[in-house]
Nanobody, 123 residues
Framework: QVQLVESGGGLVQAGGSLRLSCAAS????????MGWFRQAPGKEREFVAA????????YNRDSVKGRFTISRDNAKNTVYLQMNSLKPEDTAVYYC????????????????WGQGTQVTVSS
C-alpha cells in the first residue's frame, strides 16, 4: 500500500514563502517520478511541478517558474516544493503524487495521491 502524506501548508501573505513536504512509503521511492499538483475551489486540478526518479530532471508550469522549486531526498523518501514570492492566485490545495517511469504533467498518469495540504496566500 502506497502512502503519500503532505505537510507544510498554511496561511501566508503575498510575497512570502512556504516549503511543502511529501513523505512517501510503500514503494521503492527512488524508482518513481513525483509530481506536485494543485486545485483551487471550482477549478480543475492542475500541474505545478515534477521531478524524475534521480532528481536530475525537473520542470514546472510557466506561472511558477523562477518562484517554485521541486526537489527530492531519496534517502528520506521525501519530495519538497519550495514556494517563494507567493501570490494570491497560488491559493489552492496542493497534492503530491507518484508514478512509475518518467515524470509527467498529466494528472491521469499518476497512480497514487496524497490527501492534500491547504495553501492560502492573502493579499
Amino acid at each position: 500500500q502506497v502512502q503519500l502524506v503532505e505537510s507544510g501548508g498554511g496561511l501566508v501573505q503575498a510575497g512570502g514563502s512556504l516549503r511543502l513536504s511529501c513523505a512517501a512509503s510503500g514503494r521503492t521511492f527512488s524508482s518513481y517520478a513525483m509530481g506536485w499538483f494543485r486545485q483551487a475551489p471550482g477549478k480543475e486540478r492542475e500541474f505545478v511541478a515534477a521531478i524524475g526518479w534521480s532528481g536530475r530532471t525537473t520542470y514546472n508550469r510557466d506561472s511558477v517558474k523562477g518562484r517554485f522549486t521541486i526537489s527530492r531526498d531519496n534517502a528520506k523518501n521525501t519530495v519538497y516544493l519550495q514556494m517563494n514570492s507567493l501570490k494570491p492566485e497560488d491559493t489552492a490545495v496542493y497534492y503530491c503524487a507518484t508514478k512509475y517511469g518518467s515524470s509527467s504533467s498529466l494528472v491521469y498518469e499518476y497512480d497514487y495521491w496524497g490527501q492534500g495540504t491547504q495553501v492560502t496566500v492573502s493579499s
